[in-house]
């Protein structure tokens, strides 16, 4: 009996050892679980706060560039700065040829903080959009197009003069984020050039070759255009639809890419019968399987998505993506954000042979 009950013991204390190493297991799990959770978070939140250039969860690693960018001069001394500034100058910087510096020696641009980051990047935008005003003639409309009175909430977008005469037009369409109507990134106009960050090279191009242009503003959310595909839509209700273009060129770019299929989906007859062509940059769309026959032809046909790779400009990568349903090359760039800049004469070429 004893040697029974010695037995049943042992047995006992094998089988509480076993409990215990698999408890432990459990624990260091669940702790490495936690550990990974959280690192994910602290990368993800490090890719917004330091800018928003795209929201969409596909572009956080693409983002990442951003971070780069704005941590170059992070350890600069002089932390300080004018919180109450009225102008780019308030803050000692100034645009030279296209690219931000310091007023004092010419200096690039030094991160502070993101408070400091977005009010220069507020002056960084008027900067543009007065440049499309001065220097391009572009008017500035609102949506609503005619507000109710001074409380009534509106945003911006630019048209070109000749918008309700000219018979050829080009729609630009940015991504999601911290852009703005003139912008494609905005860490790019900050911490490279507006030639590389803003639309201005487009409007440029497209204007000597005769083009009306008009320039969205998706993210400036008001009631009449709650999101980027409200706004989207409601352009092209009330404006781009109203013109009397026989030719409509798009360019879309990264999430502008959603907003320029859900116009197909939702405007069909009138986007097929009058836009010629769609260039995408980086777009993020995809191609639904309840799209109708007509608009799935007209991506197949009409549309030319040019994605990051390490390839050469304009090289094939996909003849017909399964996912988005059009023609992909490459943008001559890995960096998302450069696809809109470095891609323009192949874009050029593309909507207007």
């Known amino acids: 009996k004893r040697e029974k009950c010695l037995q049943r013991r042992g047995k006992a204390i094998k089988w509480k050892m076993k409990i215990n190493k698999k408890r432990e297991k459990l624990r260091k799990t669940e702790e490495s679980k936690k550990d990974d959770k959280q690192e994910k978070e ?10 928003d250039d795209d929201d969409e969860p596909k572009q956080l690693s693409k983002r990442s560039l951003t971070s780069q960018m704005v941590a170059q001069g992070s350890s600069s001394p002089d932390t300080s700065y004018n919180e109450d500034a009225k102008c780019l100058a308030d803050l000692g910087y100034c645009f030279k040829e296209g690219k931000i510096q ?16 977005d009010l220069l990047s507020d002056f960084v935008l008027l900067e543009i959009q007065n440049i499309m005003r001065k220097e391009y003639n ?11 009175d001074q409380s009534d909430a509106s945003t911006n977008i630019f048209h070109s003069p000749d918008f309700d005469s000219n018979d050829k037009l080009l729609v630009l369409i940015c991504g999601s984020g911290a852009v703005r109507a003139g912008q494609w990134a905005r860490s790019l106009c900050v ?20 083009y009306a242009s008009i320039v969205l503003n998706p993210n400036a959310r008001v009631p009449a255009a709650p999101s980027p595909e409200y706004h989207g839509l409601y352009v092209w ?15 879309a770019h990264s999430y502008g890419g959603i907003i320029t299929v ?3 989906r939702q405007r069909e007859d009138q986007f097929t019968e009058r836009v010629k062509r769609v260039a995408f940059t980086d777009s993020v769309h995809s191609a ?56 323009l004469p192949s874009v050029f070429t593309y909507l207007t042979e």
């Open 138 to 148: 572009m008017v500035e409309a609102t949506v609503p197009v005619k507000p109710k």
């Open 262 to 264: 859900n116009l197909l």
């Open 191 to 210: 911490n490279d050039s507006l030639e590389m960050g803003s639309v201005l090279p487009y409007l440029k191009k497209f204007h000597e070759e005769g």
């Open 42 to 51: 602290e990368r993800r939140d490090d890719d917004i706060s330091a800018d």
């Open 288 to 343: 639904s399987r309840q799209m109708s026959k007509q608009c799935s032809s007209f991506l197949a046909k009409n549309t030319c998505n040019w994605v990051t790779s390490n390839k050469p400009l304009d090289t094939l990568v996909s003849d017909l993506s399964s996912h988005q349903g059009c023609k992909q090359v490459s943008a001559g760039t890995k960096t998302h954000e450069y696809t809109s800049a470095i891609s």
């Open 237 to 251: 209700d009330n404006y781009i639809n109203k013109s009397p273009a026989k030719e409509i060129i798009i360019v």
């Open 102 to 117: 310091t007023i004092k020696d010419g200096s690039k641009f030094k991160f502070i903080d993101q408070a400091h980051y």
